[in-house]
């Protein structure tokens, strides 16, 4: 709720007899590039490829980028710096000539193509279930299986457990790839790749709470204020509501009580609440 005599760019049909207006934000189409610090060059390759200029902010916070942000950077490591998937390689090319052209192949499947690398992934890695034999669904299957590791009877298993996880069929593929490919790379790849999808989410988790800590002090609500959201990624992805929560507490201090909740269906409810305010108000 916002006074209206502070929403200047309201000149036509604007209310006399009412005092508050219900704002939305639609925060996703700031322009974060024009903040200082706020905007890098793979944030500057998604702009340029989808949408260029348009909701700028959505796609450093949101869960449809946050994959796409970490596959682009673990690409730059792995082409232009020539760090990544280094070991794995070495380790497959002492095996066969064709492991590491299979292995090649894989990585490039996963991160060489925009959209391959999805942000469920990056939460199976940050959970540490990627790391869990007992959930991780490719081990599983070659352990079921009992062969290769690689075998076709061993994806054929590995996509009846991701259908049970709700994995749907046209990103089947996507998630066979990087399973597989998980699977078979060395401690010191996982690792980075890890590295990369903590920052990648940490810096999603504080650019949100630094809107929200943005707007709470605009409405001044930092001493004591509960924020509803809704999202998968606040929902399900590890750690993003503790590191919202430590970044309000940074900005805001330690004696403010500024609380995040999960609202399921939050657009709907807000879309009720706002509806029934109206009615409240055209009787009044």
């Known amino acids: 709720m916002e006074d209206i005599e502070n929403v200047s760019k309201w000149t036509v049909d604007r209310p006399t007899n009412k005092s508050k207006v219900i704002i939305n934000m639609e ?23 989808e949408d260029y200029g348009a909701q ?14 970490a596959r682009l950077a673990c690409y730059h490591l792995f082409q232009n710096e020539e760090i990544l998937f280094q070991n794995s390689l070495i380790n497959s090319n002492n095996n066969n000539n064709n492991d590491v052209e299979e292995l090649r192949k894989l990585i490039l499947s996963v991160f060489g193509k925009s ?3 999805l942000t469920p992934m990056m939460s199976k890695i940050q959970s540490g279930e990627a790391n869990d034999v007992t959930k991780n669904p490719w081990l599983r299957a070659a352990a079921k299986a009992g062969v290769d590791l690689n075998g076709e009877y061993t994806e054929a298993l590995c996509e009846g457990y991701l259908k049970q996880e709700g994995v749907q069929m046209e990103d089947m593929r996507y998630h066979l790839n990087f399973w597989k490919l998980w699977s078979t790379l060395d401690i010191y790849d996982r690792q980075i790749i890890h590295e990369v999808c903590d920052m990648v989410s940490t810096r999603a988790a504080r650019l949100s709470a630094a809107a929200i800590g943005a707007v709470v002090r605009k409405i001044h609500k930092e001493d004591s204020c509960t924020v509803a959201i809704d999202g998968s990624v606040f929902e399900h992805y ?3 509501k ?14 403010k009580q500024v609380k995040l909740e999960l609202s399921p ?8 609440l706002i509806a029934a305010i109206a009615n409240v108000d055209s009787k009044l």
């Open 27 to 49: 925060w996703g189409g700031f322009n974060s590039k024009n903040v200082p610090g706020l905007y890098n060059k793979f944030d500057e390759i998604i702009d340029t490829n």
């Open 56 to 69: 700028r902010f959505e796609k450093q916070i949101s869960g449809r980028y946050l994959g796409e942000l």
């Open 115 to 117: 959209h391959h690398f």
């Open 238 to 240: 590890p750690y993003f």
């Open 242 to 255: 503790q590191n919202m929560q430590i970044a309000l507490l940074e900005m805001l201090g330690d004696k």
């Open 265 to 272: 269906d939050g657009s709907g409810k807000g879309a009720a």
